[in-house]
């Protein structure tokens, strides 16, 4: 039996035609009770951007500017999470250190030379995640010290980067407007905001 197929109708692309893209979209505000996965950047909903462990740290630093963010995951050839590399990293003492120790130029630094490299990278499980509160979220960076953590989800037996939380959106949400690069002042800072808040 020969199937037969018709061809789908075309038209012409509008000149204000527009590309449907991944968001996720986080409430501008929330408060300390609100659920954690509101302060989650969600990869289901938006894409993570990468680099390659073997990306000079001006190749990454463009990345970032390029998408506006201050954070790049560092996927291996295997397409695994090698580490993370932070405008932090790129712009702190780590390339002077290297530069230092292998007499090389800063311009040949590359992104595994700084990164924190998985194995030192922290998580949350996105179940205990669900059933969390913002301030849950705020007490575990502060706990750990971090300006970011991972959220993964066992996915078919694999465990997956499933999201981001990150110290930066949580403020901005929270309305403390943080500048400060040191993650204890950062904890400080909102801190005193809520509680006149």
């Known amino acids: 039996m020969t199937l037969t197929y018709t061809p789908l109708s075309t038209r012409n692309l509008d000149k204000d035609a527009g590309l449907l893209r991944p968001v996720c979209i986080l409430p501008d505000r929330v408060k300390l009770d609100n659920p954690a996965l509101d302060v989650m950047t969600d990869f289901r909903r938006l ?3 990468i680099a390659t462990p073997g990306d000079t740290i001006k190749q990454a630093e463009e990345r970032m500017l390029r998408r506006k963010v201050r954070l790049l995951f560092v996927m291996d050839s295997g397409d695994r999470v090698a580490g993370l590399v932070t405008s932090t990293d790129i712009h702190g ?13 800063r311009a040949e630094v590359l992104v595994a030379d700084i990164m924190t490299p998985v194995d030192r990278l922290e998580a949350v499980d996105f179940e205990d995640l669900s059933r969390a509160s913002v301030g849950n979220v705020l007490e575990t960076l502060k706990a750990r010290g971090r300006q970011h953590a991972l959220v993964i989800e066992n996915v078919n037996g694999q ?3 499933r999201g981001l939380l990150s110290l930066s959106q949580l403020s901005k949400q929270l309305g403390v407007n943080i500048e400060a690069n040191e993650v204890a002042s950062t904890f400080t800072e909102i801190e005193r905001h809520l509680r006149h808040a």
Do not use: D, N, T, Y
Request: glycine residues 6%; without cysteine; proline residues 5%.
């Open 93 to 105: 003492e780590k390339p002077m250190q290297v530069v230092q120790s292998r007499g090389i130029l």
């Open 159 to 161: 465990k997956m980067v």
């Open 47 to 49: 894409s993570a951007f």
